[in-house]
């Protein structure tokens, strides 16, 4: 066997394996039909990749072995016309917490009017007095913008939430979600498949963090963030520009690529140059290291004792005992910089 016939079975061998490895999850999640028969179309796809693989090398087999090729790649060609055609939609039965993205406009007296505020009361993740409401809030009475990360899935892999903090002591929080639909779990295989549209939801904080550090008993980090005023507003007035283009132009989340961190990226270096690339936009538990490195975490302490004394789940859960309490106030107890300004 020569040398450009190796280097040709090898370079079709592994072009073989790839397509494969996308075209089984594909076929599995996106698939109509039971999962049965998802399972033995993603199964069958599999096995005539294998099969082309072994007729490439095996010589008894040199008399089929390119019409075999031919078979799987007009297979592949169909599957990616078939892939073209999944196109993301707005009007699914969608689970009641994604149900509805934030709307907002803002008046000419600079005030920021918001339909669509999340605001769950949640005593189970299936039990839960669903709530969404309309609110104001005045631009000029930014005072700060918070990073929360929800851990879910060890150090390495967290939600990332975005707060914003007004003069009065309220405070706003954003987060970019999956939006599935009502019978849908996550699945962050799934998530790579086109399973889930993006979903920019905005609520109270003792909503959306608290269902994570005392509801789902997730690992609740926040820092206070370091960011000139004017920046503050721009990345607010971003995430709801970015839910009024998600209803109008629905998108797919991925996993990997368009999630609730490199989405918060993308508005950021919209709105300000030099923010560079990094494995710690997809490692998202390690965001806060990355946003330090940027110099704009709190300088109220080190990054070791900001990290050390960020995590809010005992202050959330005892703020239960106070169920008319200052939800927001108290899980920032204790937090290096969070009783001053953002700028």
Not at 47 to 58: G, P
Not at 104 to 123: A, K, T
Not at 175 to 204: N, W
Request: glycine share 6%; aromatic share 10%; net charge negative.
């Amino acid at each position: 066997m020569s040398l450009t016939s190796i280097v040709l079975r090898s370079v079709t061998s592994l072009a073989l394996l790839g397509a494969s490895l996308w075209l089984m999850p594909a076929l599995w999640f996106r698939l109509p039909g039971p999962e049965g028969l998802r399972t033995t179309l993603a199964v069958l796809a599999g096995a005539l990749s294998l099969i082309c693989v072994i007729a490439l090398w095996w010589p008894q087999l040199h008399a089929i072995r390119w019409r075999l090729a031919g078979s799987y790649l007009m297979l592949l060609v169909a599957s990616l016309g078939w892939w073209n055609s999944i196109t993301p939609r707005a009007d699914r039965d969608w689970a009641p917490e994604v149900e509805h993205l934030v709307e907002g406009s803002v008046s000419q007296d600079d005030i920021l009017h918001l339909e669509q505020v999340r605001n769950f009361e949640w005593r189970t993740p299936e039990d839960y007095t669903p709530r969404w409401e309309s609110r104001d809030y005045p631009l000029d009475q930014l005072t700060s913008v918070d990073l929360l990360t929800s851990h879910w899935m060890g150090p390495q892999i967290a939600h990332t939430l975005v707060s914003f903090g007004f003069a009065d002591g309220r405070h706003l929080a954003f987060s970019v979600e999956i939006r599935k639909e009502r019978d849908e779990a996550f699945s962050t295989l799934g998530g790579m498949f086109k399973e889930y549209e993006l979903a920019v939801i905005a609520a109270d904080e003792r909503d959306i963090i608290r269902v994570r550090s005392n509801v789902r008993g997730e690992q609740v980090h926040l820092y206070r963030v370091q960011m000139p005023r004017e920046l503050i507003r721009e990345l607010l007035l971003a995430y709801v520009d970015e839910a009024e283009t998600l209803r109008t132009q629905p998108r797919f989340y991925n996993t990997a690529t368009s999630n609730c961190t490199t989405l918060v990226y993308a508005m950021m270096t919209r709105l300000t140059d030099g923010l560079p690339l990094d494995y710690r936009l997809l490692l998202s538990g390690y965001l806060p290291e990355y946003v330090a490195d940027q110099d704009a975490l709190s300088d109220a302490a080190p990054f070791a004792e900001l990290k050390a004394r960020s995590l809010i789940n005992p202050a959330a859960i005892a703020a239960d005992e106070h169920p008319d309490g200052d939800f927001s106030r108290l899980i920032r107890e204790g937090i290096p910089g969070a009783d001053s300004p953002s700028f």
